[in-house]
């Protein structure tokens, strides 16, 4: 599986946009681009994911980049509620769904 | 209703005994899995279960030992508990088809003394 490399924390201000960069420069072509996170003391959440195409969804918004080495999720309107650790995995579709998760980033959004 | 729901929530025990916790998904999915978070809050996969068939057997020791009586439950047994084995113990499912969306039990706090 690529790995994939994210700031370990982020702060964003609650009512703006809050943008999680991924760095996945050694992904392969079949492989997506998943975005799970996880609020303290709760079970993981999945978000959104993609493969090639940007993706948006009732949580938020996937940017990849056109070579794939990269994406960005977008919280359009961040909220308290949204302060947790995000996680980017990638990973092949269909492949046992047992997904392999890094240290993320802890998003904190503040008042 | 909980679609994946794990008990207990909270798990105290001394060293030595033997624990189970059990899992149940009520979403018809067909792979269910086992992960622990431990105290520095790495998230391992550790088994995967699917139609009741273990398909993925992590590097655990032999004292876990999951059991899946259908393809609703999954439950973890643990012999001879070590301090080690202090951490959260998630459950969670996913269909068999499509996307690796996995649903996420609320997890199980295990505390070994």
């Known amino acids: 599986d690529a790995k994939t490399t994210q700031p370990p924390s982020m702060d964003c201000a609650e009512g703006r946009a809050a943008n999680l960069p991924c760095n996945h420069s050694t992904i392969s072509g079949n492989e997506y681009v998943y975005w799970y996170r996880q609020i303290h003391s709760q079970g993981p959440q999945y978000i959104i994911h993609g493969l090639k195409n940007n993706e948006t969804n009732e949580m938020a918004s996937l940017i990849i980049t056109e070579d794939r080495k990269s994406s960005t999720l977008i919280l359009p309107h961040a909220t308290l509620r949204d302060t947790a650790v995000y996680y980017c995995i990638v990973r092949v579709a269909g492949s046992q769904g047992n997904l392999i998760f890094g240290k993320g980033t802890k998003l904190s959004v503040k008042p | 209703d909980t679609a994946v729901s794990q008990t207990p929530k909270y798990l105290v025990t001394q060293m030595g005994n033997d624990k189970s916790i059990k899992c149940e998904q009520n979403?018809?999915?067909?792979?269910m899995y086992w992960y622990k978070q431990d105290s520095k809050k790495f998230l391992k996969i550790m088994f995967s279960?699917?139609?009741?068939?273990?398909?993925i057997n992590e590097t655990v020791p032999n004292r876990f030992s999951p059991k899946s009586p259908d393809k609703a439950h999954l439950n973890l047994h643990i012999n001879s508990l070590e301090l080690g084995d202090s951490a959260v113990y998630f459950c969670?499912?996913?269909?068999?088809?499509?996307?690796?969306?996995?649903?996420f039990g609320a997890g199980s706090r295990l505390t070994v003394l």
């Open positions: 279960y699917n139609n009741k068939e273990l398909i």
């Open positions: 969670a499912s996913r269909r068999e088809s499509g996307a690796n969306v996995l649903t």
């Open positions: 979403l018809g999915h067909d792979t």
